[in-house]
């Protein structure tokens, strides 16, 4: 099958509600990452040294060899940075990533971590790249990235975000079973679900936006101002839309600067200053979004057979299977799973067809209060459009008047007249047929597609999200 495996969809225009605790209108959670003594160096075994998130301007890697500088600037995180950060924030609920040989490495911020409540996910066993990882090493570096952090943290991790991942990185971290939640992606405002085969995974997505990482990037944040103005920026457009969360993302060696510090210190006032504020880990919110949104399954169209997918949406174009079997053929994918969706697939083949099979599938529709409906001869969905309008409790002089009206209309166009009648009443209807028995053919073929398209949206609007 031609499958598009992203999620291009999400929760659509209406997400979910979130039902905070509290009637809080936000949930604001802030990380703290903990890679201090888990980068890449080749004390820890790695071929060169670290390149990645630091003060030195376009700071490159060193094969073979100690980068002095490098290595005293993620120090500086772990010796001063740390502890700034853990004075602001200990009244806090924090989610470390914590890196499990830096978290090995560093004893005494692993106490302090546990000391103030902080709940400490596991950012993988080192601070590296996977883009390129064997998917064999990922998953062994996973299993051993569980297996050290219980070790010297006292419990598992409820929580995964690897950063520098790879496109099996969540797939293989649903496959442990292990999480409460997954972090590694940056699609939504909300925790979703993500289901491999029979595995169900919780997503509580993080950002790469409100994160201080943007000190250390091309076109980022210059000064502490910059980073207060932004995630003031986005606290109060969140905070103004209502059940969504606010992620901020922080880094030891970075925001743990004095000069950057104060910006942070700045918006947890501020953002305190509000009512209705759910500062929460993000396990937390992983629980509450689990008991209060929990994964639905449900018979996915871009997963089916092709047999099971026009079995059940063969009748959505009337009596016009084969819509449906050249449907199964496109490119199909999470955005296809819904009614508007799959109405596109469908109304994509029905559009491209040509003009005597379009004209196959007008044919193909029963007069409106006509003889097939008068012998209970209709097709289920066409049964209850029809009774909706009240097509089904004509008088004798109503129904006299569909007949007369739908036997000028074929004479004129040679298609029987074609009303989504959801949209209508019995006497919009009549209106409707007033109008449009003045078009010409062409005009009127037009008209007849677009509401044999629109009669399908309703039908799909019964079956599907």
């Known amino acids: 099958m031609n499958r598009y495996p992203r999620d291009m969809y999400g929760y659509g225009a209406v997400p979910p509600a979130a039902q905070w605790p509290q009637d809080a209108k936000i949930a604001v959670q802030i990380v703290l990452n903990y890679e201090e003594g888990g980068e890449n160096n080749v004390l820890h075994g790695d071929a060169a040294s670290e390149a990645f998130l630091s003060e030195i301007v376009g700071a490159a890697a060193w094969p073979g060899q100690r980068h002095w500088n490098m290595e005293s600037i993620y120090e500086y995180g772990a010796r001063a940075g740390f502890w700034r950060l853990h ?60 297996r050290l952090h219980t070790e010297v943290v006292g419990e598992p991790p409820r929580g995964w975000y690897t950063g520098r991942c790879s496109e099996n990185t969540v797939r293989l971290a649903a496959e442990t079973g292990q999480f409460a939640y997954v972090a590694d992606t940056y699609a939504d405002d909300l925790p979703y679900w993500i289901e491999f085969g029979r595995d169900e995974q919780l997503i509580v997505p993080y950002t790469l936006d409100a994160n201080d990482m943007r000190f250390a990037t091309p076109q980022g944040f210059n000064s502490g101002t910059q980073f207060f103005d932004y ?156 009774a909706g309008a009240g097509l089904d409790a004509l008088t004798d002089d109503e129904r006299a008047g569909f007949v ?33 028995i003045a078009h010409d053919r062409p005009t009127e073929f037009t008209n007849a597609c677009k509401q044999v398209e629109r009669i399908a949206e309703f039908r799909l609007m019964d079956l599907l999200p």
């Open 87 to 146: 004075r602001l924030l200990s009244d806090l609920p924090v989610t470390v990533y914590g890196v499990a040989t830096a978290l090995a490495r560093n004893p005494a911020q692993v106490h302090a971590m546990k000391s103030a409540g902080w709940e400490i996910a596991s950012h993988g066993l080192k601070w590296v790249e996977y883009k390129d990882a064997p998917e064999d090493q990922e998953r062994a570096d996973m299993l051993e990235a569980i």
């Open 231 to 386: 995630l003031k920026a986005s606290f109060d457009a969140l905070y103004r839309e209502g059940g969504r969360m606010m992620s901020i993302g922080l880094h030891c060696r970075l925001i743990g600067r004095p000069g950057r510090a104060e910006a942070l210190r700045e918006f947890i006032e501020y953002a305190q200053s509000h009512d209705g504020v759910w500062f929460a880990t993000r396990e937390q919110i992983a629980e509450h979004w689990a008991k209060t949104n929990p994964n639905v399954r449900f018979e996915r169209p871009s997963q089916m057979a092709q047999a099971r997918f026009v079995e059940l949406y063969g009748s959505i174009f009337e009596h016009s299977p084969w819509i449906a079997e050249r449907a199964h053929a496109l490119e199909l994918g999470a955005a296809h799973d819904t009614a508007v969706g799959l109405h596109n697939a469908l109304a994509r083949v029905f559009r491209s067809a040509t003009e005597e099979e379009r004209l196959g599938v007008l044919l193909a529709h029963p007069d409106l209060a006509g003889k097939l409906a008068a012998a209970k001869r209709l097709t289920a969905e066409s049964t209850a459009e029809q």
């Open 404 to 436: 007369a009206m739908n036997t000028q209309y074929m004479e004129k166009f040679g298609f029987p007249f074609i009303i989504a009648v959801r949209d209508h009443t019995k006497a919009s209807i009549m209106a409707a047929f007033a109008q449009r």
